[in-house]
């Protein structure tokens, strides 16, 4: 159920597709994204003013999501006459959907318009790669900016940082215990019950949920993966560890971050730094935070998650007593990002940083400039970088 309050506010990707759509000969658009972020109440708003007819089907909580349901859905869509627009909700719930989708639009190209949405990126962007090629446009939405809670719902930096980025869990947040409960079995256990463990293969599933608590304790840090293998109750090795980082990173839950460097092999091998893809994961996992070092952490933890959701490339940086917090990197220019919120931190690695990569903009992330950051996002790196 969502918060009566979330129709009014349109996040941007609504008005992306609807160029997208209305343009001559559009491709097949394919939308991705976590749960309960807004994606299926963007489209419907979408569908209020789009030209034209459309025919709607979700995917999700269908007996047999089959070949024969998806050609009988492409079937309704034709019958409302060429240039009608098909929307499949949870295409990835669909067996074998991407080669079922290209035989189609192979075989009567330009007929429809075609919009598929999905919640788990591993799923989705594997069908596209092998079947679709050349024949889509992905689209990415992610959790909701603090730019986004901020005007609709008023938030303001602290009550972000303790509930941010889910917006059909605000009606709860006065009664903790129901938020918990809200965010644990409506969001996260529907992530990791239907979009991970039902379409991939993890061996013992009680481990695999005691991984992603472990990780959300670990905001915005650096930790190796022995570490964090140490940590599980069960005998294995780093790559189990590496696989499951994988895993929810494709349900956009857990991020992990490589460490920059000019030499790839490095990057690759280097300790990941752990960025929860939200605010609200971290508190879910961990409890209301009262003191000034997890305050800091998570508010690292939300100028990272919202570095993420930019084009481009985001890594972490260290060599010795010397780090940056985050480096950014698209169309050739490099940032180098360093986050301050009130705790002691020396800006040293900056500088060590720009000496290393002469290219490279400095920029300092703060509570007082996080809002105008989140509002313009590479623009802000743009005006700011020295």
């Given amino acids: 159920m969502e918060d009566a309050r979330l129709p009014k506010f349109e996040r941007a990707f609504v008005a992306k597709m609807e160029g997208r759509l209305n343009g001559d000969m559009p491709l097949i658009q394919v939308l991705v994204g976590p749960r309960q972020v807004g994606k299926t109440t963007g489209v419907r708003q979408l569908l209020e003013r789009v030209k034209g007819r459309f025919f709607f089907a979700n995917a999700d909580g269908v007996l047999v999501s089959d070949q024969n349901w998806l050609i009988e859905q492409w079937q309704r869509a034709l019958a409302l006459g060429d240039g009608a627009l098909l929307v499949v909700d949870e295409i990835q719930k669909v067996s074998n959907w991407a080669e079922s989708v290209k035989a189609l639009w192979d075989a009567q190209p330009g007929r429809l318009k075609v919009l598929l949405l999905g919640s788990s990126s591993l799923q989705l962007q594997s069908g596209l790669k092998e079947s679709l090629a050349g024949r889509f446009e992905l689209t990415r939405v992610y959790h909701w900016a603090f730019a986004e809670m901020h005007r609709a719902f008023g938030y303001g930096l602290e009550r972000y940082l303790s509930f941010g980025g889910y917006p059909g869990a605000v009606r709860f947040e006065e009664d903790l215990e129901r938020w918990y409960t809200y965010m644990k079995e409506s969001i996260v256990e529907a992530v990791i019950g239907k979009d991970i463990l039902q379409n991939r293969r993890v061996a013992n599933p009680a481990l695999f949920r005691q991984a992603f608590e472990i990780l959300c304790h670990y905001p915005a840090q650096e930790i190796s993966f022995t570490k964090l293998l ?31 460097s000019a030499k790839e092999w490095l990057a690759r091998s280097s ?37 993420v959701q930019f084009p481009g490339e985001i890594y972490y940086w260290r060599e010795k007593q010397a780090e940056v917090d985050f480096v950014y990197k698209s169309h050739g220019q490099l940032y180098a990002i360093e986050v301050k919120s009130g705790r002691k931190k020396s800006t040293k690695g900056l500088d060590a940083f720009v000496a290393k990569f002469p290219q490279a903009g400095r920029v300092l992330i703060t509570p007082e400039n996080f809002l105008q950051f989140s509002q313009e996002r590479v623009g802000f790196l743009e005006k700011i970088a020295v």
């Fill in 230 to 260: 140490g940590q599980l109750q069960d005998r294995g090795n780093t790559d189990l560890v590496k696989y499951y980082i994988e895993l929810y990173g494709g349900a956009f839950l857990i991020y992990a971050l490589q460490k920059y």
């Fill in 271 to 307: 300790s990941p730094k752990i960025l929860p893809a939200c605010p609200a994961l971290y508190t879910m996992a961990s409890g209301k935070w009262d003191d000034a070092e997890r305050r800091g952490r998570v508010f690292e933890l939300a100028v990272g998650a919202e570095l």
